[in-house]
């Protein structure tokens, strides 16, 4: 028997339980993948609610977008942890559960009887993943906030201008990295379970995750001993790579090799310059970027960012424009890939207002799908009750 709560899908994860003890970002991020791919995600919340829910505007149905945007496909349930029969919904919860994953301070939810040794005696094959700041040996006491990581790793030191401070990335890398690699672990787990009968616990962090992610630079630091400076727009080893002033705007250009090189000062109505003796290589180019820097800048000067990137597009080079969010979301659209979805009926008539972005993932046998809205707060508390009162199989 099957409820609203566990409804069959086609997801090659439908009938997978997820008990989702987690908030913010890198958790619900990591819940949400495991939801579009047809698991049902039980979201366990405070009386107060994921902090996200807060964070606006903007807002839509009385949610931040932030909340918004990593909560899709999910059941929404309250509990306070320190209230007995609550407590116990949420241990039945674990113990119905193939999945249990949260993002408290190491230790802090064993107090609860919901560490992974607590949850193993209730339910021996669950796949328990933990996800924190900076491990759960030496910086269990750490917060772990994307920002602080970001600061921590080295990525800061990476951004922002030669000559300039180090700057935050614009998004919350680590958190989303970290929720991706973390739904990869529980895969893997699950597949795991499948082979053996046997779960386990999969453990991630911000800082080790930000290391992994920084592979190429971390390689080079574990090497050398040095890592990377600034370089504003520029790549370190290769020019022109970069960023450039146009009549109107900033355009992408990459010339990596001697041929791309040629075709660009070719469309640039340079070409002598691919033949100087001081660019006639990528390494010289490299050394002598801030010769020619200029004698580039000056050629783009002359037409518009548009312009320049329908002539570029057409000589073949590797080329784009520099643009806010809202373009690129048009550029996604114009280029078939769907980026947005909106509720819809039977026909493909649209329901809703409501806009969520699509998950990357394109599978042909077991597509993603978006079949209900992020919930209200506590949206489906009577739901998750039914369905624990149900008898099991």
């Known amino acids: 028997m099957t409820s609203a709560i566990d409804a069959p899908n086609n997801g090659p994860l439908s009938g997978i339980v997820v008990a989702d003890f987690s908030r913010v970002l890198a958790g619900p991020y990591c819940t949400m993948n495991l939801a579009d791919l047809g698991a049902t995600v039980i979201k366990v919340e405070s009386p107060t609610g994921d902090d996200t829910r807060h964070w606006k505007p903007p807002a839509y149905r009385d949610g931040a977008c932030y909340y918004q945007s990593v909560n899709r496909n999910k059941h929404s349930i309250v509990l306070d942890l320190a209230d007995a029969e609550d407590l116990g919904t949420a241990k039945a919860i674990a113990t119905r559960a193939d999945v249990f994953i949260h993002n408290f301070k190491p230790g802090s939810i064993d107090k609860f009887g ?106 080079v630091a574990a090497t050398t001993g040095k890592g990377p400076s600034r370089n504003g727009k520029e790549h370190p080893t290769i020019y022109p790579y970069n960023a450039f002033p146009t009549g109107d705007g900033e355009l992408i250009v990459v010339a990596g090799n001697n041929g791309q090189f040629a075709k660009l000062t070719q469309a640039l109505g340079i070409p002598e310059v691919a033949s100087d003796e001081r660019f006639d290589n990528a390494e010289k180019r490299n050394v002598n970027r801030d ?38 979301l048009v550029s996604a659209e114009e280029l078939g890939l769907e980026p947005v979805w909106y509720p819809q009926d039977a026909s493909g008539e649209q329901t809703s207002d409501f806009a969520t972005v699509r998950n990357s993932l394109r599978m042909s046998a077991t597509p993603t799908t978006y079949r209900k809205q992020p919930p209200l707060l506590g949206e489906d508390t009577e739901a998750v009750r039914a369905w624990l009162a149900q008898p099991t199989a």
């Open 114 to 219: 919901l560490g992974y040794e607590g949850v193993k005696e209730l339910n021996p094959a669950i796949i328990y993943a933990h996800i924190s700041g900076f491990g759960s040996d030496k910086g269990k006491n750490l917060p772990g906030y994307d920002v602080l990581v970001q600061g921590m790793a080295g990525l800061m030191s990476m951004n922002g201008e030669r000559d300039g401070d180090p700057v935050r990335s614009g998004v919350s890398l680590f958190d989303l990295t970290t929720g991706m690699m973390t739904a990869i672990g529980i895969v893997a787990a699950i597949r795991h379970r499948d082979l053996t009968g046997e779960g386990q616990l999969v453990e991630n962090n911000l800082m080790a995750n930000a290391v992994f992610t920084m592979a190429n630079q971390y390689q």
């Open 291 to 328: 010769e020619l820097r200029p004698l580039l800048e000056a050629a783009l000067a002359k037409k518009s960012k548009t312009e320049w990137f329908g002539i570029l597009r057409e000589a073949g080079l590797p080329v784009s424009p520099v643009q806010s969010v809202d373009e690129g």
